[in-house]
């Protein structure tokens, strides 16, 4: 297995003042990864050289550069525009082929606004459709793969990103797995991968405490889910999202490509990645 870490995963330590984007990139090449993924960040508001410099600094400290991944709402984004939406991501993609990565994450909508009718996912999958079918054909010609995440509460069932998938029907679009995101939407997540594991081009790990809804708010850190109950990012292999038993439902998929962590807990973020990386190792190679 080749194992990656996500830019995003440093939190702080990302800054400028900081590590910067080649800080981050030497410290995973220290750390031990195979490869980084990019997370849209303001380093990426350069130019088309910075960028291809970017990407060479890593590939340069045997890193292989995986994916970037980028915001988008093809239902509310650039003022509802939807071809103004299509081609601001299409220029995100132009900035993936500088950067010399493989894949795309893009999200798809935060949801339907301003209205009492027509929220349903199936109302306005064909839209969605339509703009993720558009994204796609373009990056296909810079020898790009697009996904969808589950990610964002609308967009985050595994039945919702299957049926999407399905109805771009593009060999050229798949879905970035979060393991743990799945939680958000209050699914288990065992069982939403092995619903998305087919549809896998590529695999975040990340993991989460969880507390009943009906119990008080935990404080700092926490965030609700879709129903109400109460998430806190983590240590991958310390929260409960069953990390060990979704990478044994991927392995036996077939899956192949790169286990990325994301880590966004409230411990230090060098710390987190860290172990986090020494689990995923653990637990991919005891499944």
Not at 199 to 227: I, M, Q
Not at 261 to 269: A, P, W, Y
Request: glycine share 12%; proline share 3%.
């Amino acid at each position: 297995m080749k194992y990656c870490i996500n830019s995003y995963s440093f939190g702080h330590y990302g800054a400028a003042s900081e590590l910067g984007i080649y800080g981050m990139i030497e410290k995973a090449a220290a750390f031990g990864f195979d490869g980084i993924e990019f997370t849209e960040a303001d380093w990426l508001n350069t130019t088309d050289d910075e960028l291809r410099k970017i990407g060479d600094t890593a590939r340069e400290a045997g890193l292989a550069t995986v994916s970037l991944c980028v915001g988008a709402d093809f239902l509310n984004g650039s003022d509802g525009d939807l071809d103004r939406e299509v081609e601001r991501l299409c220029r995100l993609v132009d900035k993936a082929a500088c950067l010399g990565v493989g894949m795309m994450r893009h999200d798809v909508s935060s949801g339907v606004r301003g209205q009492t009718y027509g929220l349903g996912y199936a109302v306005v999958l064909p839209r969605l459709a339509e703009g993720c079918r558009r994204v796609t054909d373009y990056a296909a010609t810079k020898g790009i793969r697009t996904m969808t995440e589950n990610h964002g509460y609308f967009s985050q069932d595994a039945d919702r990103v299957a049926s999407l998938i399905d109805a771009v029907a593009s060999p050229n679009f798949g879905a970035l797995l979060d393991l743990g995101n799945f939680m958000c939407a209050d699914e288990k997540p065992p069982l939403s991968v092995s619903r998305l594991a087919p549809y896998a081009f590529h695999v975040h790990c990340k993991d989460f405490l969880y507390k009943k809804g009906s119990e008080p708010n935990p404080g700092a850190g926490w965030f609700r889910t879709r129903a109400g109950n109460y998430l806190r990012g983590t240590i991958v292999g310390h929260g409960t999202a069953d990390i060990p038993q979704s990478l044994g439902i991927l392995k036996r998929s077939g899956y192949a490509g790169f286990l990325s962590l994301e880590f966004e807990g409230v411990e230090d973020n060098l710390v987190g990645i860290r172990m986090g990386l020494d689990n995923m190792r653990r637990f991919w190679d005891n499944q």
